[in-house]
Structures are given as structure tokens and as C-alpha cells.
């Protein structure tokens, strides 16, 4: 874990259960809120994989996109 805080080792976070409506954003809030907190990515398989192949898509581009968005800031944990 302290590797992690250091910059050593990218740290990535379970986006957690799909629950139906609202995915998309839950997973884009989340992706932000680890972008902000310095984790290099979000797991994302139930909320993607459990639903039409189109929408299943589009949230994993939307979760890209945060990550590719310059003006998402990332901040330091502070360790």
C-alpha cells in the first residue's frame, strides 16, 4: 500500500455490484473520484458486462474518458 502512495504501484479500485439503472453514472462518478485520489483505473466488469453489448460499450468509453480528460484533475494522497 505504501508503494502505492509513493507513485510506485498503480492502484486500481472494484467498481462494485451492477445495480441496473443509473450504472453509467455511478461508474463515471467513481472514475473521477479515484482519478482525483491518484488510482490509475476502475474495474468496471459487472456493471459493463451484464447489459446489452451497445450500453455495456458506452460505459466503458465514458469511464475512459475520464481518464483521458486532462481537466479531471489528479491530487496527491498526501503520503
Same mark, same amino acid.
Given at each position: 500500500m505504501a508503494n502505492c502512495y509513493r507513485g510506485r504501484v498503480g492502484l486500481l479500485n472494484s467498481g462494485g455490484a451492477s445495480v441496473g439503472q443509473?450504472?453509467?453514472?455511478? %461508474? #463515471?462518478r467513481t472514475a473521477v473520484i479515484n482519478k482525483r485520489a491518484g488510482r490509475t483505473g476502475?474495474?468496471?466488469g459487472r456493471k459493463a458486462f451484464q447489459r446489452p453489448t451497445?450500453?455495456?460499450v458506452d460505459l466503458l468509453h %465514458? #469511464?475512459?474518458d475520464v481518464?483521458?480528460?486532462?481537466?479531471?484533475?489528479?491530487g496527491s494522497?498526501?503520503?
Open positions: 443509473g450504472d453509467l453514472a455511478q %461508474a #463515471v476502475v474495474i468496471t451497445g450500453e455495456g %465514458a #469511464v475512459q481518464y483521458l480528460d486532462d481537466t479531471v484533475s489528479t494522497s498526501g503520503w
